[in-house]
């Protein structure tokens, strides 16, 4: 297994500056999440500085590494190249990266649509993606990120609210399990406050 300082160097030849930026805040407010929740810390930074791991790979070699993967495609993945780096970032951290733990290989492949009942690393990767300090111009950002140490669920729906607002907004195909992400924790919701 490749330490958090040894991954951290390739990334930061293989990421430009800004993806690589965005990959330190995202593995840091893993990390204060992780503090909040009682999540492993070490899962928490490992899984954070790999979600985008594939994501500056050129879309058509990643579509290339999927098939050496034997990475099965769904349609709407065939569509919107932009979520293919979840799935095969997690296939490089496995192969690459040496990651063993299927907790953290699934929050990696999860982070961009969340999936419903996602594990407790899983919302954290899902949620720190979004409130990283670097993240910039989405609405109600400071709201989502005080939620985010105070209710882990609501923070899940406020976020995929969001993002379903924003892809309906720009007229993007919204992918079924992103779908499904707020539908679940919709639904969730509703019967922890019944
Ligand atoms: O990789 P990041 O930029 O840090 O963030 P991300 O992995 O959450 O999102 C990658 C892109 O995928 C971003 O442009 C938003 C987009 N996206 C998220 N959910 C969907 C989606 N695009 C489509 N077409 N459908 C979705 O459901
Ligand atoms: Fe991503
Ligand atoms: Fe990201």
Redesign the pocket.
């Known amino acids: 297994m490749k330490s958090l300082i040894e991954i951290e160097k390739i990334l930061e030849e293989t990421l430009t500056t800004e993806r690589f930026r965005?990959t330190l805040g995202?593995m840091y407010t893993a990390a204060a999440l992780a503090m909040k929740y009682g999540a492993n810390l070490n899962e928490a930074m490992l899984a954070g500085l790999l979600?985008?791991c594939a994501?500056c790979i050129p879309k058509n070699e990643q579509k290339n590494l999927c098939k050496k993967y034997h990475i099965l495609l769904t349609e709407?993945e065939e569509?919107?190249p932009?979520?293919i780096?979840?799935k095969l970032g997690s296939y490089l951290a496995k192969d690459i990266y040496e990651v063993v733990n299927d907790d953290v290989l699934h929050a990696i492949s999860y982070?961009?649509?969340g999936r419903p009942s996602m594990s407790l690393l899983e919302k954290i990767v899902y949620i720190a993606?979004?409130i990283e300090p670097g993240r910039k111009d989405i609405s109600n950002l400071t709201f989502i990120r005080k939620l985010a140490f105070e209710n882990i669920d609501q923070t899940i729906l406020k976020i995929s609210e969001n993002?379903l607002q924003y892809?309906e907004s720009t007229n993007?195909?919204?992918?079924n399990?992103?779908?499904k992400t707020y539908e679940f924790y919709k639904q969730e919701l509703k019967k922890e406050g019944e």
């Open positions: 965005h995202v979600h985008d994501k709407s569509k919107n932009s979520l780096h979840a982070h961009t649509t993606d979004y993002v892809l993007t195909v919204i992918d399990m992103t779908k």
